[in-house]
Every structure is written in structure tokens, then in C-alpha cells.
């Protein structure tokens, strides 16, 4: 574990935040990153947890009068949403980007909720409550339960289970720190019962489905393993798991083919991401399969090079790896599940 401390806190940056890898495609700070990140330190007697939704409510307080506008009107241009990605001095860039994502927004809201559950100073006064209370008022709004995003893959706009999971449990969270309507949080529940047990009405298995499980736990035991079965059956590779049949991005043909031929042109070569193996040990735990659990770890313990650092992913059916690693959120989500299995 010490090693795996060692090289996330590698990426923290003096501002608190964690950069997404030390590539230079990945050279920023993703707030669903950092939530993500910010787990292998909820229970750990340091000012890592808090420090990280501290610079993520500062920064929102420098950007108070776009919240102030879109808790009324409902954004258009993705440039008009809470940013998800930002420089590493955390300002807004201006590059065009899928920023309508909502499961970022939603995981925030989790991350504060978690760290105030558990005692951590994460809200210092006020002005940060007031900021809390804008970001669900945001989320009403956007009527997230129907609103079409990016998502956790950045990519084309869907309404998407994943996402409104995300909010579901970060409204969850808060409710009781600031007015939250109990139709908002019922609103996302009925939504995603109408999409189960599939991540969007098009897409029926998707990597970042596991989310529901793990860390935001939505549905009861029954319905989590229906998820989590189908996500095992139709995704898991020798790697990784595969974030969704056909998926384009770092596919072996996308040099050749870039991302937009149909479907079918990358099936059989999709990237195999590390962290799903964390993410369904993670999930299994959440469902009691201790001897599940340890088998993906083991997975998970398989793919890290040799200075325990671990890829974002590998390429299909093979053993060559990209260059964004280490992942900060694999080697936190790796190290929660692992922490995990030893208190058991």
C-alpha cells in the first residue's frame, strides 16, 4: 500500500488537486477524477480528502456568477456548463470539450456529503454551504434526470444511467446539509428504473455502470447484480474491461480508421481499461463475494508494471499499454479495494 500512496501522491499538485497522469494529454485536473481519487483518503488521518473539495469550492466561487446563471437558466453550449476539466491552476480552458457532464456534478455533491458523514472539515464556513446549495439547485435546473450528457467517456450526448446515478447519490448526500426537494432525488430513481438495467436507451452495457454499485450504491442488492453480471459477461478482458462494445477510443484501428466509422469497424479491438478490474472488486465487496472480490484484484495486481504504478488501459489483446501512467484513479480505486478486502 505504501507504494501505491508513493505514486498517487505523486500526481498531487500544491494546490491539493490530483492531475489526471503526467502525459501531456492528461496534464489537467478533472473534478470526476479527483472524487474518485479522493476516496483512498476518506478515513485517513490527513488533510488529503478535504483539501481536495476545499480548491474544488474555491474554484467554483471564482466562477459564482456562471452557478448564479445557470441555476436559472438551463445551459445550451457545452461551454456554458460547470466545466468537468480545467488547467493545472485550475482555470477553465478554452478548448472545445464535452462539458455537459453531469455525473461529475453529482459526484461532488457525493464526495462533500462523504467527507461531512465522516467528520472531515470539508465545509469551512458559509459561502461553502451556499456554494452546495447552488450546485443542486444547478442539477434542478438542468432537470438532470432527463438531461442528455457526455458522461464519465466525454462523448456524444445520451441521457445516461451512469450519470443520473451520480446525482442521485450526491443529492442523497447533502440533503440534510442543504435543502434538497425529495421529488429531485425521486425524479432520478424513477429515470433510472425506466433505463435498467442499461446505461442508455442505445447502449445496453457499459463500464462505467458499475458506478451504480460503487461508490454510489442506488439499488438494492438484486438489481446491483443484474448490473454487475451483465457488465462481467459482456466486457471483461484479459487486461481490462472494456468501457462499451465498439468503443473507438485507443481501439488498435483508430490511428488508422480515427473515431467515426460505424460501429462495427472496431469490434473485437476496443482498449481494455485497468480500473474496471478495481471497480468490479470494489463492486463485488458492495455485494458480500469476498472470493469475487479477490479475484479481481488479483486481475487488477496482474496488469501493474513492475514499480506498481498501473496503466489506463492496454491495447486489445495485447501487452503494450498507453501512455497515460500511471491513472490517478485506478491507483486510488485499486487501493480502496485492496484496503477493503483487509478489513474484511
Known amino acids: 500500500m505504501a507504494r501505491s500512496y ?24 478533472w473534478i470526476r477524477d479527483n472524487v474518485y481519487v479522493s476516496l483512498a483518503y476518506l478515513d485517513k488521518p490527513c488533510r488529503t480528502y478535504e483539501g481536495i473539495y476545499h480548491r474544488w469550492i474555491d474554484m467554483l466561487k ?11 437558466i438551463k445551459p445550451v453550449h457545452p461551454y456554458e456548463y460547470i466545466h468537468a476539466r480545467y488547467s493545472r ?15 461529475a456534478i453529482g459526484g461532488l455533491l457525493f464526495g462533500i456529503g462523504e467527507g461531512v458523514k465522516r467528520g472531515k472539515p470539508v465545509l469551512r464556513n ?22 442528455g450528457d457526455s458522461g464519465a467517456w466525454e462523448e456524444n450526448v445520451e441521457v445516461r444511467s451512469s450519470s443520473i446515478a451520480a446525482c442521485v447519490a450526491g443529492l442523497r448526500n447533502v440533503k440534510g446539509i442543504v435543502e434538497v426537494p425529495q421529488s429531485m432525488i425521486d425524479k432520478g430513481m424513477t429515470a ?15 463500464l462505467a455502470q458499475l458506478s451504480l454499485i460503487y461508490p ?35 481501439s488498435t484501428y483508430e490511428r488508422e480508421l480515427g473515431r467515426h466509422m460505424p460501429d462495427e469497424c472496431y469490434r473485437g479491438a476496443e482498449a481494455e481499461w485497468c480500473f474496471g478490474f478495481a471497480f468490479l472488486a470494489l463492486a463485488w465487496i458492495q455485494l458480500g463475494n469476498r472470493q469475487k472480490a479477490e479475484y479481481y484484484l488479483r486481475k487488477q495486481e496482474d496488469v501493474m508494471l513492475e ?3 498501473i496503466p489506463e488501459l492496454y491495447y ?9 501512467t500511471p491513472l490517478a484513479w485506478t491507483q486510488a480505486m485499486y487501493i480502496v479495494a485492496k484496503q477493503a478486502l483487509e478489513k474484511e
Request: hydrophobic letters at 35%; charged letters at 30%; one cysteine or more.
Open 6 to 29: 508513493e505514486i498517487l501522491d505523486s500526481l498531487r499538485l500544491e494546490n491539493g488537486l490530483f492531475l489526471a497522469a503526467p502525459s501531456n494529454d492528461y496534464a489537467y485536473v
Open 62 to 72: 471564482e466562477y459564482e456568477w456562471k452557478l448564479d446563471i445557470h441555476c436559472r
Open 89 to 103: 491552476d485550475v482555470q477553465e480552458i478554452n478548448t472545445p470539450w464535452g462539458h455537459a457532464q453531469n455525473d
Open 126 to 147: 458559509e459561502h461553502d454551504v451556499r456554494i452546495v446549495d447552488k450546485l443542486v439547485r444547478y442539477l434542478y435546473t438542468l432537470e438532470y434526470w432527463k438531461c
Open 192 to 206: 433510472l428504473y425506466e433505463l435498467f438495467p442499461y446505461e442508455t436507451s442505445a447502449r445496453k452495457y457499459d
Open 216 to 250: 454510489f450504491r442506488v439499488f438494492g442488492d438484486e438489481m446491483s447484480e443484474v448490473v454487475l453480471k451483465q457488465v462481467e459477461a459482456q466486457l471483461v478482458r484479459d487486461k481490462g474491461v472494456i468501457r462499451y462494445e465498439c468503443d473507438s477510443y485507443y
Open 307 to 309: 514499480d506498481g504504478s
Open 316 to 324: 486489445s489483446r495485447s501487452d503494450v499499454w498507453n501512455g497515460n
